[in-house]
């Protein structure tokens, strides 16, 4: 093992990077799980310099060899897990809908790289785990969307499902009689918004906002819920009784006068 620092310690979390301000402009610190301020204690310069700091919460290797050794193989399996998740994810997409898969395999390669770097601060050489040596994922055009076909045929079948759902043509017919200033009139409004947004998208082959737009797991269970509220408020309103007319004011003209006039 080599000599302890913050570079071989386990406390040390290389996804996470915060760049200072200030005097110590251009300088940055990674994040650390045993510091209370959840960075490591010092700014750098450059990741060389990880090896000249470290403090009293250090966690490295074992001692015993065997230890050492299964910590590379941990290691290697932390390593081809990543590999194996970028495979997946160039192949089928991303289960995720926040980014392009082209963004998020580009996060996941900066993960490979991080964790490469960890392991070279954490072994010799000798002892790098195999999957140190495999090929490192290109980087992905930040648009790259996987099977586009498929998503588009899903984005189809959904547009229809979701216009023939019961609750939305309800909702479609009933919602001009909704009071603007009613917040169940936004609501419908915002669900009814998604079969416009994903026919936009599908015009526009727009595959990220079709894949978003499609993948609405509580869409249909809102769009209940929304109509369910519409006719509790209803009920609630028609059975309240008409307030009785007052008094006409003093001085006020009556109805007779006012067709004179």
Same mark, same amino acid.
């Given at each position: 093992?080599?000599?302890?620092?913050?570079?071989?310690? @386990?406390?040390?979390?290389?996804?996470?990077?915060?760049?200072?301000?200030?005097?110590?402009?251009?300088?940055?610190?990674?994040?650390?799980?045993?510091?209370?301020?959840?960075?490591?204690?010092?700014?750098?310069?450059?990741?060389?310099?990880?090896?000249?700091?470290?403090?009293?919460?250090?966690?490295?290797?074992?001692?015993?060899?065997?230890?050492?050794?299964?910590?590379?193989?941990?290691?290697?399996?932390?390593?081809?897990?990543?590999?194996?998740?970028?495979?997946?994810?160039?192949?089928?997409?991303?289960?995720?809908?926040?980014?392009?898969?082209?963004?998020?395999?580009?996060?996941?390669?900066?993960?490979?790289?991080?964790?490469? @770097?960890?392991?070279?601060?954490?072994?010799?050489?000798?002892?790098?785990?195999?999957?140190?040596?495999?090929?490192?994922?290109?980087?992905?055009?930040?648009?790259?969307?996987?099977?586009?076909?498929?998503?588009?045929?899903?984005?189809?079948?959904?547009?229809?499902?979701?216009?023939?759902?019961?609750?939305?043509?309800?909702?479609?017919?009933?919602?001009?009689?909704?009071?603007?200033?009613?917040?169940?009139?936004?609501?419908?409004? @915002?669900?009814?918004?998604?079969?416009?947004?994903?026919?936009?998208?599908?015009?526009?082959?727009?595959?990220?906002?079709?894949? @978003?737009?499609?993948?609405?797991?509580?869409?249909?269970?809102?769009?209940?819920?929304?109509?369910?509220?519409?006719?509790?408020?209803?009920?609630?309103?028609?059975?309240?009784?008409?307030?009785?007319?007052?008094?006409?004011?003093?001085?006020?003209?009556?109805?007779?006068?006012?067709?004179?006039?």
């Amino acid at each position: 093992m080599k000599k302890q620092s913050c570079g071989n310690c @386990r406390n040390i979390d290389w996804m996470i990077k915060k760049e200072a301000q200030g005097r110590l402009s251009g300088r940055y610190r990674y994040g650390c799980s045993a510091q209370r301020s959840g960075y490591i204690c010092g700014f750098i310069a450059n990741d060389g310099k990880l090896d000249t700091l470290v403090c009293p919460s250090w966690n490295g290797g074992k001692s015993e060899e065997t230890d050492y050794e299964k910590l590379a193989e941990q290691y290697n399996e932390k390593l081809q897990g990543l590999y194996d998740r970028w495979s997946e994810w160039k192949a089928r997409g991303c289960p995720k809908a926040d980014v392009t898969d082209g963004e998020y395999l580009n996060r996941l390669r900066a993960g490979i790289e991080a964790m490469m @770097r960890q392991i070279e601060n954490l072994f010799d050489e000798a002892d790098y785990p195999d999957c140190y040596y495999a090929p490192l994922p290109p980087v992905m055009d930040v648009g790259f969307m996987a099977n586009c076909q498929e998503i588009k045929e899903y984005a189809i079948r959904a547009l229809k499902e979701y216009r023939n759902n019961q609750d939305f043509l309800w909702l479609s017919e009933h919602i001009r009689q909704l009071d603007n200033e009613d917040k169940e009139n936004s609501e419908a409004y @915002r669900l009814l918004c998604h079969a416009e947004s994903l026919e936009e998208a599908i015009q526009l082959d727009h595959y990220l906002q079709m894949k @978003r737009e499609s993948f609405q797991d509580s869409l249909y269970e809102d769009m209940a819920s929304c109509k369910k509220r519409i006719l509790s408020r209803k009920g609630r309103t028609t059975k309240r009784r008409p307030k009785k007319s007052g008094h006409q004011i003093i001085g006020q003209m009556g109805i007779g006068e006012l067709k004179v006039s």
